[in-house]
């Protein structure tokens, strides 16, 4: 993981299955509500359209009982090697916060799959610590569902 710029984050995980398996878990919407957010998130619900202009949602409640709403457009879908698309939290009134553009790469390694995450740019510096510390957890959940299933 690594920090550029102070604003911008990159996160990477090996991933223990193909790369057609692992895409096919961020695009296909009843996976992913399994596996998103930090560690002790639940997906209390969520609306994806994957595809190009498509909007997708999602209402994740922490451990502590705080609901956390987020939501964007999916700007690229290219299967299998990348998705890219916005991310704003959302307000309990419906306003969005400061809009981030996410780049989800896949890269084959044989019977394992790399997963780079890219996210940027951040309003403050203190945002972005607080999403390499979100999607590594999320991405280590993810690790495990794919090792579950």
Not at 22 to 48: C, E, I, L, N, S
Not at 59 to 71: F, V, Y
Not at 107 to 133: M, P, Y
Request: some cysteine; hydrophobic content about 40%; aromatic content about 10%.
């Amino acid at each position: 993981m690594s920090l550029t710029a102070d604003r911008e984050l990159t996160v990477s995980r090996v991933i223990d299955a193909p790369r057609a398996l692992v895409f096919k878990a961020w695009t296909d919407p009843g996976q992913v509500a399994r596996w998103w957010g930090p560690k002790g998130h639940v997906t209390v619900d969520y609306d994806m359209d994957i595809r190009p202009g498509g909007a997708y949602s999602f209402h994740m409640r922490s451990p502590e009982g705080t609901d956390h709403r987020k939501r964007g457009v999916y700007r690229e879908i290219v299967e299998p090697e990348r998705i890219v698309f916005t991310f704003a939290w959302e307000a309990p009134d419906g306003q969005l916060g400061h809009q981030t553009l996410i780049t989800v790469t896949f890269e084959a390694l044989g019977a394992k799959t790399r997963l780079t995450l890219h996210q940027g740019v951040f309003d403050e510096a203190a945002n972005c610590q607080s999403h390499v510390i979100g999607w590594t957890s999320c991405l280590e959940r993810f690790g495990n569902y794919m090792t579950s299933i």
